[in-house]
């Protein structure tokens, strides 16, 4: 069976996206952009700051609405869906990785982990063990009970990685995930980020400006002028 024939992870067909400036302007930051991910497949999306990287994974993952065009996850179009069901698609569908780890301060690395898969209302015991496996392919499984001020930067990195798959999402979107760490510690994370999209076959979205980074992926893609090209 072609595996193109199958729902992609994620898809954007002419997606468009337009904010008003200051002056009350419109700005344009996607233009008709087509995208399509599959399965297992890992796509670097790199440009200039301020070409749209952000919004585009934003728009990808039903965190804002696009201006046109649409976005389909596993085959869903995001855009059927009321505020409720698109909130229920990013838990259960999507996995989000940022430049900052946004974990909670007063709980454990494990409890940071889980708190996706409570969110959507699984036994917490599952959800304890789901999150106990998670820590140890990322190589925290001694610092589960710790908190996010007892890590490093990049251990809480590796908290964040293992959270984005604790509800085994069809896609992780993953922007500048390594944009605040040191270059040692930026190889680690992108090591254990590409170890776990293979282990679990989960597509990923990376905008990065790393260039090891991109390099890792199956393609490259530029955004450009509000659309993307092939690097």
Same mark, same amino acid.
């Given at each position: 069976m072609d595996e193109r024939a199958a729902p992609a992870a994620v898809e954007a067909c002419s997606l468009e996206r337009t904010y008003r400036g200051v002056a009350g302007q419109p700005l344009r930051i996607l233009k008709g952009l087509d995208l399509r991910v599959d399965p297992g497949e890992a796509v670097a999306i790199v440009g200039a700051s301020g070409s749209g990287k952000s919004t +585009?994974?934003? +728009?990808l993952g039903a965190l804002d609405r696009p201006t046109g065009g649409s976005v389909r996850i596993g =085959?869903?179009?995001?855009? @059927? +869906?009321? @505020?409720?069901?698109?909130?229920? #698609?990013? /838990?259960?569908r999507i996995g989000f990785v940022f430049q900052f780890h946004h974990l909670l301060?007063?709980?454990?690395?494990? @409890? /940071?982990?889980?708190?996706?898969? +409570?969110?959507? =209302?699984?036994d917490p =015991?599952?959800?304890?063990?789901?999150?106990?496996?998670? #820590?140890?392919?990322v190589g925290l499984a001694d610092r589960c009970e710790h908190k996010p001020q007892e890590l490093s930067g990049g251990e809480q990195q590796r908290v964040a990685l293992a959270r984005a798959l604790v509800n085994r999402p069809l896609v992780v979107l993953a922007d500048e995930p390594t944009g605040n760490l040191d270059a040692a510690r930026s190889e680690e994370v992108q090591d254990v980020l590409f170890e776990l999209r293979d282990r679990h076959r989960v597509a990923l979205v990376v905008a990065t400006h790393n260039h090891e980074m991109a390099s890792r992926a199956e393609r490259v893609l530029g955004l450009i002028g509000g659309v993307l090209e092939d690097v």
């Open positions: +585009l994974l934003h +728009l =085959g869903t179009d995001i855009a @059927e +869906l009321d @505020e409720q069901r698109a909130a229920a #698609l990013r /838990n259960h301060s007063d709980f454990t690395a494990i @409890e /940071n982990t889980m708190m996706p898969a +409570l969110i959507r =209302g699984d =015991g599952s959800a304890r063990a789901r999150a106990t496996e998670l #820590l140890g392919q």
